[in-house]
């Protein structure tokens, strides 16, 4: 079964630091990657997109992707506390399959 | 610009009863994505259209469930009868045709319960 995979957390860390959020995922012809953000009882906002491996940084954000380990990160440099939030990482396993598949996201506490 | 809205928010219905849940997409996203999230588990994919067509429904439960997108603009969820396991939270997400489909705007969801 094609899976995604990350660590429910919490994960704590202090306002103004890097946050550091991992993902891997099962499949290798796995094409799309995405993370996104949902504060509790609101929608999944895409914060990131990665499609190539390295890295690509947006603002506070940078998305790294290596696609021989299976292995997508998120970094949020200099933490704020609305940073606070699920963080989902999403794969587009490809293959014909046109939806994403989540993981079960992790919830981030920046502390003040 | 509005997002995509969904409708109802919150449903509470018993065992056996039929539910139909709406979606509007942002104008003029030819993809629409449904999504259901169980308690405890991850989002999961239901099915994707494209315009009125139906792209790839491969994430669909059983045949309890049936979705429709009737001139490509919004679209409807029926579960018909409803089951315990059916609770959970329904997205709905939609992308222009030419993001690929997969930079999806998500709705705020639509809670369901049932008794």
Known sequence: ?112 | EAGVTQFPSHSVIEKGQTVTLRCDPISGHDNLYWYRRVMGKEIKFLLHFVKESKQDESGMPNNRFLAERTGGTYSTLKVQPAELEDSGVYFCASSPRDRGGTEAFFGQGTRLTVV
Not at chain 1, 66 to 95: E, F, H, W
């Open chain 1, 1 to 112: 079964q094609k899976e995604v995979e990350q660590n429910s957390g919490p994960l704590s860390v202090p306002e103004g630091a890097i946050a550091s959020l991992n993902c891997t995922y099962s499949d290798r012809v796995s094409q799309s990657f995405f993370w996104y953000r949902q504060y509790s009882g609101k929608s999944p906002e895409l914060i990131m997109s990665i499609y190539s491996n390295g890295d690509k940084e947006d603002g506070r954000f940078t998305a790294q992707l290596n696609k021989a380990s299976q292995y997508v990160s998120l970094l949020i440099r200099d933490s704020q506390p609305s940073d606070s939030a699920t963080y989902l990482c999403a794969v587009n396993m490809g293959g014909g399959a046109d939806g994403l598949t989540f993981g079960k996201g992790t919830h981030l506490i920046i502390q003040p």
